[in-house]
């Protein structure tokens, strides 16, 4: 029954390897978002998806490739991890663009590349 | 530059004291602005929205405030509690923007 629902909550691996995050939101919104968290707990976004198109991409490095195959799904796949990638993934959702109607995040998957 | 300070950094109060946390902006045009909290482990989870049009805005114990002309808003907790200690975390939206802007929030703990 949770509305947004991130796997998995925490991931190790190694620098170099590739790995995924699933997001899924069963509030039937249209919008999806990608956010980090870092060490000093600053949340910055980085990828929007409106009915599974993007429509915010901020400047985040091309090993990060998000995948919208529905509008209840937005996963997020990182190649080549490195060790400034160790953060807090928080995946969250709206119904239109967050900017004007409430957003709900999912409870987050931290990430620790060692 | 569109930015959102937040003030304290961090505070520690004793249970069912009030607290007051603070969040100046520079975002602008101004659409909305709205307060987040969120507990260690999870992801935030939105207290209150407010447009500009909007003085105050009450959820529970949790009251916030804006002023519009001075680019301020005020997050006041009453009688606090245990499950207050949270990171609080302003958020400003630009009508021109495409995005919100986040401070880097407020650590309560409330202590016994």
């Known amino acids: 029954d949770t509305a947004v629902s991130q796997t998995p909550k925490y991931l190790v691996t190694q620098m170099g390897n590739d790995k995924s995050i699933k997001c899924e939101q069963n509030l039937g919104h249209d919008t999806m978002y990608w956010y980090k968290q870092d060490s000093k707990k600053f949340l910055k976004i980085m990828f929007s998806?409106?009915?599974?198109?993007?429509?915010i991409n901020e400047t985040v490095p091309n090993r990060f490739s998000p995948k919208s195959p529905d509008k209840a799904h937005l996963n997020l796949h990182i190649n080549s991890l490195e060790l400034g990638d160790s953060a807090v993934y928080f995946c969250a959702s709206s119904q239109g663009l967050a900017e004007y109607n409430e957003q709900f995040f999912g409870p987050g998957t931290r990430l620790t590349v060692l | 530059k569109n930015q959102v300070e937040q003030s304290p950094q961090s505070l520690i109060i004793l249970e069912g004291k009030n607290c007051t946390l603070q969040?100046?902006?520079?975002?602008?045009?101004?659409?909305?602005l709205r307060w987040y909290k969120q507990d260690t482990g999870r992801g935030p989870v939105s207290l209150t929205i407010m447009t500009f049009s909007e003085n105050t805005k009450s959820n529970g114990r949790y009251t916030a405030t804006l002023d519009a002309d001075t680019k301020q808003s005020s997050l006041h907790i009453t009688a606090s509690q245990l499950s207050d200690s949270a990171s609080y975390i302003c958020v400003v939206t630009s009508q021109a923007g495409t995005a919100l802007i986040f401070g880097k929030g407020t650590t309560l703990s409330v202590s016994s």
């Open positions: 969040c100046n902006y520079t975002v602008s045009p101004f659409s909305n």
């Open positions: 998806y409106n009915n599974k198109e993007l429509i």
